[in-house]
């Protein structure tokens, strides 16, 4: 469905073989945080998206544990933004900002999108859905 859908939104990106259950258990074991069905959906298919560059539309399971750990524990952080624990990032512009699902007492419970901008610590909404995201990257509807 997913590979597809992108497919059918834009050319420009390619995929990896799926991500393999254990590797879609350890974001959840690692960063404390189910995974929502559209991005656990999407690891099925591919572990990522990328673009001609390997550029990730959709980081690949390791990058979001390895990304995620390191923006919630890094101690330079601390001092100068607020906490990264209330956002589970899973991509990002190619310019400092990322892009996550919010998370709420431990969960993520709905699908809409949110950039964090790295130079005011804002967190914006920018899509509704995982689909939404990705159609609005592809063709220049969400720029930063």
Partial sequence: MWKSYIQSVTKGYHFKEPAHLADIQRIQKELRVDLPQDLRTLFNETNGVFDEFNCPLIWSVDQIVKDNLF????EDYK???MPFDHLLFFSDSGAGDLFGY???NGQIQRDDIFVWD????SRTWVASS????IEGWANDRISI
């Fill in 71 to 74: 923006f919630r524990n890094s």
């Fill in 79 to 81: 001092d100068i933004y």
């Fill in 102 to 104: 919010p998370i709420l």
């Fill in 118 to 121: 790295h130079e005011s610590d």
């Fill in 130 to 133: 995982l689909q939404d995201f």
